[in-house]
């Protein structure tokens, strides 16, 4: 009877229990995005971005923000590209997300998921001011879903300044020019280059950097766009001219510190610290921009940052051609195309002085060309940002925008396994032409 | 966080509360039945939930990745045999599987070696300094595989000639004045898969010598004693009475070893990922699954591996079988 009378109690309360407990994990507000008439003032902006990068914007867009009675709810994350997707399948989505990669954006859109921005943004204004190809980068069938609105360059070659100069060596305006340069410091008995591709689980990207930026440099916008796309494939004429000029100046004995053996297991970032050694170790460094922060160049470095770094744009195939340039950047997309206060936040993001409270702080910059770059705070920044102000086009990582399988798999894998000699080069572009999904 | 502390209490007293009225309310079905029925159907009573969230939870998905490994990249339609020809065919994954038989055959039967003559030897030594050695040996089995990366990083690091190496094996090579060493990238004679063997024996050997050394402490003093009155050699003692009389410890921990050794994925992932030939199966199928997204490839690999595991399976049933027989 006792037994009875404990079951009897229990019940309910396991009932509730289980009930309400499904509703209750949510945590978040129910909020759906798209298509709700939600006029709330209170704004939530995704990220993928972190630490200074992300402490930046927020000093560019809290006043704006508090001056219009809007306050800002943000959801940075280390996992972006995850949440995002699994917050969309939940239908609990964030107003504004601001997207690391174009790839995912871009899926978003055309499921309908985004807002188109066109109508309201100040679209010719717009197309004036920003550097080539970063419009693009976020167009989808025609219309805008991702407007770019903090930049990173990659298409960069450092060097250290003093030492470099004093040898009287000078920033090359072609690609022969900078193998005639490596030549040149090669022949005085000293190592031209610093390259490494070490990344833990996700060793090799920084050759598919190499490898872009080269098919980039030969083949121009459009025939980057079609390797992208896989129109042109890997074991093809203008894939084999990158990796032969990588080839040359890679594999050739004495051009690289430590020589081909050491690259697959030389750190991508701290490769080129050797750079500032008297005498130098090495004198060119071909990363992003990121590499010129704290923590990758050694402190004191970064301290004195314009006196002791240099650093050119990778220079194009032919002198006065076509150059473009690789780089990426975070692309700001709209969920809530109802929200004012949401649309506010996206029109202010897309003027062009939008930023100057935090390019102050060094870690961001503006992808529009016309933006006064003596906000920066260093002449190196300013270097990096006019290199890519000047370009013909900003064409996004290609790995990055390829498929997983090869993007972040084959390519990587079969650059490291040709760099240290596990398999040649025809081996390795008939993989990674074979690891393509086909769909 | 309140909510969630709240949700947390009431899923527990609603696990356990349901779980406890289930049976009662199962307890009382059994109990209307006649007598002899009651008896017959109350063990099956008892085991039935458990067995039937085993169903769900294990059997299930295996016969369904059984089922998907017939089937193409999207698991949409069927594809007969193509993946398991194509993995078979491709020289890359035969290469790993050469890589993982080469880890099958050398670590367990080096875990034993070393845990054994670890606890022999100890075993020798007075109470405190055998309890010192035998804590520091057994200290990397509280660290995580991934921390282990970490550490074996800096023992493995290279940086190029003339730069200050990091890594322990570089300095004392550069030491002795010759060039650096790239040791993760050497794969003449699978030598980088030996040093990342080298890393998962660190790891395990504590584990073996706690069990070998705990059987070796139950070897009766007696049969010790008749051995050396009957004239037998230390050695002899060792690998004729004592080796026999703890056959069955041995046994479980090669097999343990066997099995964990077959499922290796982050010690390579961490430290190479299957990078210079060192791949093996479970970093093939992680891959596969998350990078490719093959599920028929990676669900084949699995459905491999779940063959290859099975004699020895059937082995360790037995054997505990026997055992158990024998007591």
Known sequence: MRRKKLFTTLAPITAVALLTSGCLNDGGSAQTGSGSGNTSTTVEIMTGMGGGLLQAVKASLDPYAKEQGITIKWSPSDNFNQLIVTRVQGNNLPDIALFPQPGIMKDLAAKGKLAPLDDILDMPTLKNSMTPGALEVGTQDGKLYGLMMSMNVKSLVFYPKQAFESAGYEAPKSIPELLALTDKIRSEGKTPWCLGIESGPATGWPATDWMEELVLKYGGRAKYDDWVTHKIKF?????????????????????????????SSNNFGTAGNPMFRTPPGC???????????KGIFPDDVVADIDNRVGVFGFPPATPDGENSIEGGGDLAGLFSKDNAAAKKLLQYMSTKDFGTAGAKMGSWMSPHKDFDVANYPTNTIRDIAKIAYGSTSLAFDGSDAMPGAVGSGSFWKGMTGW????????????????????? | MLIKTINAVLAVIAGVGGALALFWLLNRLVGLLPGKWEDRLKPYVYIGPAFLAISLYLIYPAIQTINFSFANADSTAYVGLDNYTSLLGSAGFRSTLVNTLLWIVIVPAVTIALGLGIAVLADRLRPR???????????????????AGTIWRFVYATNPPGEPQIGVQNAIVTGLGFDPVNWLQISDFKFNSLELMVMLLWAQVGFSMVLLSAAIKGVPADTLEAARIDGASERQIFFRVIVPQIRGTIITVFVTVTIGVMKLFDIVYVMTNGDFDTNVIGVQFFNELFTNFENGKAAAIVVMLMIAIIPIMIYQVRHFRTEEAGR
């Open chain 2, 129 to 147: 300094a055998e309890k010192l050695a035998k804590t520091a040996i057994f200290m990397p089995m509280a660290i995580s595989a991934v921390g």
């Open chain 1, 283 to 293: 004198y060119l460094f071909k990363q992003g921009n990121f590499v010129a922060e």
């Open chain 1, 235 to 263: 074991d093809s004429p203008l894939v084999r001219q990158a990796a032969g000029t990588f080839e040359k100046i890679a594999f050739t004995e004495g051009n690289v510190l430590g020589g081909r053996k050491s690259i």
């Open chain 1, 419 to 439: 760099i240290s000699g596990q398999q040649s080069l025809d081996q390795a572009l008939k993989t990674i032409d074979g690891s393509w999904p086909a769909s």
